[in-house]
């Protein structure tokens, strides 16, 4: 049986080691991410967006600097 269970992000992570600065996670979802004075990303609200839009933000992030984990701790992007 394929686990269908919906996506519930209980936790968003910023690596600031790869974050580039690109900015689209910022454009995808300005309610969560913002670039400090370091040009990097941080997490200005873990509930800032809807679980799809958080998703996606992870995923136009080009160096997968975001990492996101479900209410179980499970990392559930980038894919591990
Ligand atoms: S998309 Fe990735 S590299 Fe760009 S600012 Fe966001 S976390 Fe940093």
């Known amino acids: 049986m394929p686990d269908t269970k919906p996506l519930k992000i ?3 992570e910023v690596d600031r080691d790869l ?3 690109a900015a689209p996670c910022v454009t995808v ?3 969560v991410f913002q ?3 370091e040009n990097k ?3 200005v609200n873990q509930k800032g967006a809807d679980d799809e ?3 996606l933000a992870a995923q136009s992030c080009p160096v997968q600097a975001i990492k996101i984990f479900d209410e179980d ?3 559930v992007y980038p894919e591990v």
């Open 53 to 55: 839009t958080i998703l």
């Open 41 to 43: 990303a941080y997490v």
């Open 19 to 21: 974050c580039i600065g």
């Open 29 to 31: 979802a300005p309610g």
């Open 73 to 75: 701790g499970n990392q």
């Open 35 to 37: 670039l400090d004075e």
């Open 10 to 12: 209980s936790r968003i």
